[in-house]
């Protein structure tokens, strides 16, 4: 099996990371692509109590068993499927099934923390960095977590205040600096998308 290409896509919360790889894997085959989110990788903390649980700070980079998503991509891009985590943001716990990943030719890896992680990072023949405006990956993040998360306004504010841009401009933002491509208003920045997928129907026909 040739090398597979493997795509890290980092930005704040809400910064339109989803779209960016959805338009992605529209412009290659899908069949050629797997996905890998690093935030399935969130740690199990089914044996603490739910108000402890919501007292995490999901932000911090130690939230994530990121050692365990390193030996997926490894697997994967040695030819062997993977069984993903799935996540219950609702309750900040693992479920008991899984999600079987099969290697492809593009391995795509997305979340906030993925290029601030060394061990990710040095996998990653392309780094991308979606980046948006604070005030607009707020409001994406309430609908978010106001539509699907079960969550309260009050809440969703509090947490944006105590974890979410203090970790943001601690390890999200500086690892920027990583990045080979930035891509401005996310997935709607047509012109740099449309950039990206071309740069790697090249990078895959010289393979």
Same mark, same amino acid.
């Given at each position: 099996? $040739?090398?597979?290409?493997?795509?890290?896509?980092?930005?704040?919360?809400?910064?339109?990371?989803? *779209?960016?790889?959805?338009?992605?894997?529209?412009?290659?085959?899908?069949?050629?692509?797997?996905?890998?989110?690093?935030?399935?990788?969130?740690?199990?903390?089914?044996? #603490?109590?739910?108000?402890?649980?919501?007292?995490?700070?999901?932000?911090?980079?130690?939230? @994530?068993?990121?050692? !365990?998503?390193?030996?997926?991509?490894?697997?994967?891009?040695?030819?062997?499927?993977?069984?993903?985590?799935?996540?219950?943001?609702? $309750?900040?716990?693992?479920?008991?099934? *899984?999600?079987?990943?099969?290697?492809?030719?593009?391995?795509?890896?997305?979340?906030? #923390?993925? #290029?601030?992680?060394?061990?990710?990072?040095?996998?990653?023949?392309?780094?991308?960095?979606?980046? $948006?405006?604070?005030?607009?990956?707020? !409001?994406?993040? #309430?609908?978010?977590? !106001?539509?699907?998360?079960?969550?309260? !306004?009050?809440?969703?504010?509090?947490?944006?205040?105590? *974890?979410?841009?203090?970790?943001?401009?601690?390890?999200?933002?500086?690892?920027?600096?990583?990045?080979?491509?930035?891509?401005?208003?996310?997935?709607?920045?047509?012109?740099?998308?449309?950039? @990206?997928? *071309?740069?790697?129907?090249?990078?895959?026909?010289?393979?």
């Amino acid at each position: 099996m $040739t090398e597979p290409l493997v795509i890290g896509v980092a930005g704040g919360s809400g910064s339109g990371k989803s *779209t960016v790889v959805r338009e992605i894997v529209r412009g290659v085959a899908p069949e050629t692509v797997s996905q890998v989110r690093h935030d399935a990788y969130y740690r199990n903390f089914d044996h #603490l109590p739910p108000e402890e649980r919501g007292a995490i700070n999901f932000d911090h980079p130690d939230a @994530l068993e990121t050692e !365990l998503l390193v030996r997926h991509v490894d697997a994967l891009r040695a030819g062997v499927p993977i069984e993903m985590p799935v996540y219950d943001f609702r $309750t900040h716990c693992r479920q008991p099934e *899984t999600i079987a990943v099969h290697p492809t030719r593009i391995i795509l890896i997305d979340g906030i #923390l993925v #290029l601030a992680e060394p061990e990710l990072r040095n996998r990653m023949d392309i780094r991308v960095f979606v980046d $948006t405006d604070p005030d607009v990956r707020l !409001l994406r993040r #309430l609908k978010r977590d !106001l539509a699907d998360r079960g969550r309260s !306004l009050d809440s969703v504010l509090r947490q944006y205040e105590r *974890t979410v841009r203090p970790m943001h401009r601690e390890f999200v933002e500086p690892s920027k600096r990583w990045a080979d491509i930035i891509i401005p208003q996310g997935g709607h920045n047509r012109v740099a998308v449309d950039m @990206l997928v *071309t740069k790697m129907a090249s990078i895959l026909a010289a393979a």
